[in-house]
Nanobody
Framework: QVQLQESDPGLVKPSQTLSLTCTVS??????????WNWIRQPPGKGLEWMGV???????TYNPSVKSRITISRDTSKNQFSLQLTSVTPEDTAMYYC??????????WGQGAQVAVSS
């Protein structure tokens, strides 16, 4: 059984950098069949895909956040991470890490609630 667990950054102040880590169990983040995403959902709004990391470390980002986002990984810990710089209250959302297998979405973390406020 594949499980994903987001870290809990809690409250982040405007202009700071948001950092989230997703710990994966039951699958390897270097598996050639899989890709690893960050998705968020602001209060009262729909899901927004933020970016993906492929099995080989290549990344693709949503243009809406491309200037502020970095997805990285630690293969020794089977973790991948999100950094979002210069956050504003508009970045307040539930953040999810997800897994795709053969391009099919299949596993989600339970989500991490992030609030951006001074």
């Amino acid at each position: 059984q594949v499980q994903l667990q987001e870290s809990d950054p809690g409250l982040v102040k405007p202009s700071q950098t948001l950092s989230l880590t997703c710990t994966v169990s039951g699958a390897s983040i270097t598996s050639i069949s899989d890709a690893w995403n960050w998705i968020r959902q602001p209060p009262g709004k729909g899901l927004e895909w933020m970016g993906v990391m492929e099995y080989d470390g290549r990344t693709t980002y949503n243009p809406s956040v491309k200037s502020r986002i970095t997805i990285s990984r630690d293969t020794s810990k089977n973790q991948f991470s999100l950094q979002l710089t210069s956050v504003t209250p508009e970045d307040t959302a539930m953040y999810y890490c997800t897994r795709q297998s053969y391009r099919i979405p299949c596993d989600w973390g339970q989500g991490a609630q992030v609030a951006v406020s001074s």
